[in-house]
């Protein structure tokens, strides 16, 4: 079993959620960078997915998956932006957080 598989569904979204902002960020300045940050979330999904206690999420990292995919290697058919991407990953990492002991996120 991987560390991975130990954590949170918030603290497993969160750190994808920075892994697509990493590439995403880089993927003009540095591809390099960008491909690896890339797969890199792709394998952090796979482990969500193979986690049992995720379940009820299964859909949910599927499509995640297929999404990003999408944008970051295809035609991004569903439009998707660092933005969306930030908007909808911000609140899992914020939750994922808070249940940190002596964690803080600087404004």
Same mark, same amino acid.
């Given at each position: 079993?991987?560390? =991975?598989?130990?954590?949170?569904?918030?603290?497993?979204?969160?750190?994808?959620?920075?892994?697509?902002? &990493?590439?995403?960020? =880089?993927?003009?300045?540095?591809?390099?960078?960008? $491909?690896?940050?890339?797969?890199?979330? %792709?394998?952090?999904?796979? =482990?969500?997915?193979?986690?049992? &206690?995720?379940?009820?999420?299964?859909?949910?990292?599927?499509?995640?998956?297929? $999404?990003?995919?999408? *944008?970051?290697?295809?035609?991004?058919?569903?439009?998707?932006?660092?933005?969306? =991407?930030?908007?909808?990953?911000?609140?899992?990492? %914020? $939750?994922?957080?808070?249940?940190?002991?002596?964690? *803080?996120?600087?404004?």
């Amino acid at each position: 079993m991987h560390d =991975w598989q130990t954590k949170s569904i918030h603290y497993q979204l969160g750190n994808i959620g920075s892994e697509i902002g &990493r590439a995403l960020k =880089w993927q003009q300045t540095a591809p390099q960078k960008a $491909v690896a940050a890339a797969e890199r979330a %792709l394998e952090l999904i796979d =482990w969500s997915l193979a986690d049992r &206690r995720n379940t009820a999420f299964l859909k949910e990292l599927a499509r995640i998956r297929e $999404v990003f995919a999408d *944008s970051f290697f295809g035609t991004n058919q569903y439009d998707q932006t660092q933005e969306s =991407w930030d908007r909808y990953f911000f609140p899992y990492a %914020l $939750v994922a957080n808070q249940r940190l002991p002596n964690a *803080s996120i600087e404004q």
